[in-house]
């Protein structure tokens, strides 16, 4: 029988099969549920079966026709591949496969566990970061924070090359730079109707800033930056007046804006850190009290240190309730002075 045939009479097969199974009715259910081993068996492989209504369960909804055939020419096939693997990985790999099973097990209660640090993380979190707070991180850890670029701020005015007035706008960027206020270099722009960009806001990458001016991007311009004058570039048709009002070199400390936001990720982290390690001890603080832990190796219970850490907790609390007594003994005596 040729292939062309065969291919005939799948088809036809899998024409009926999809025919054959519309909705079924709770009529069908209970007949079908009642034939049990009746199924219609379409491949076995070492005792495994696989069914017709296996098949008829996977395929995609509206296939009829070349794509049905194609569909369960390629699941049955996979089906088949697929016992035959497991049952080679049993006879060559049987260790294997409780290590694999150890795996999943592993993942299963790691993500159970991380479910329950999510619930007191979400319970105890404080969303809110102060800018106190970034300030002192900030402070606390600038050594981390170093620039891997230079970043600029600075003021760029383009000009006509008849443009007349250079003293003067010189004079104005050099005070726009002095008092970090470009009142006076905006008001002088208004007043000559000069092409003013201000970058002053925010800090920007030197190569952003450049690109503003009439550079060519196989030169260095890293001379620019100390250069702390009014500076001056030229293209065929204008001129180029800038000025950096604040320059940070790569290398050096990052300024505080733009690590804001890492900050802000670091410290809402350390919370999370913190919750959960607290979370942690309070379990095993409740364990040790209630005598759920038992440790069969003295060796092993003093490398844990557990008993110490109980103790310390329990030093802790006998120190805050001495605290408390002694803050109500000093408001009651001052009471009675009264």
């Known amino acids: 029988m040729n292939m062309n045939k065969l291919r005939h009479l799948f088809l036809v097969s899998m024409l009926a099969l999809v025919a054959c199974t519309s909705t079924p009715t709770q009529k069908d259910a209970q007949t079908s549920s009642a034939k049990g081993s009746d199924a219609v068996v379409l491949v076995t492989v070492d005792g ?23 569909f369960a020419k390629m699941y049955v096939d ?104 470009v009142t006076e270099i905006m008001a002088l722009a208004e007043k000559l109707n000069l092409n003013v960009t201000d970058l002053t806001a925010k800090w920007i990458t030197f190569s952003d800033f450049l690109a503003y001016l009439p550079t060519v991007s196989t030169n260095s311009y890293d001379y620019l930056l100390s250069n702390s004058s009014a500076q001056v570039m030229h293209s065929d048709d204008a001129t180029f007046h800038f000025i950096f009002t604040d320059v940070a070199r790569k290398g050096s400390t990052s300024p505080l804006e733009l690590v804001v936001d890492d900050i802000q990720r670091r410290l809402y982290a350390e919370r999370r ?10 379990l095993r603080r409740e364990a040790l009290v ?31 309730i001495v605290v408390e007594s002694v803050e109500e003994s000093e408001s009651e005596n001052e009471s009675d002075n009264e």
């Open 48 to 70: 495994a079966n696989l069914t017709q209504d296996d098949l008829i369960r996977d395929m995609p909804k509206g296939w009829t026709g070349d794509d049905s055939v194609t």
């Open 78 to 181: 996979n089906w088949v591949l697929k016992q035959l693997k497991m049952k080679r990985a049993t006879e060559l790999l049987p260790l294997y496969e409780e290590y694999i099973e150890r795996l999943v097990e592993d993942y299963r209660q790691s993500l159970i566990m991380r479910q329950l640090d999510q619930h007191y993380i979400d319970n105890d979190i404080d969303h809110v970061v102060t800018d106190q707070q970034i300030a002192t991180y900030y402070r606390a850890h600038a050594s981390e924070f170093k620039l891997n670029h230079n970043e600029v701020k600075g003021i760029i005015v383009k000009v006509d090359k008849s443009f007349r007035n250079t003293k003067t706008l010189t004079t104005a960027l050099v005070e726009a730079r002095k008092t970090q206020d």
């Open 273 to 282: 850190a913190d919750i959960v390690s607290s979370y942690e001890e309070e």
């Open 290 to 320: 209630g005598r759920r832990i038992t440790f069969h190796d003295k060796a092993v219970e003093q490398l844990l240190g557990y008993e110490e850490r109980l103790m310390a907790d329990d030093d802790k609390v006998d120190t805050e």
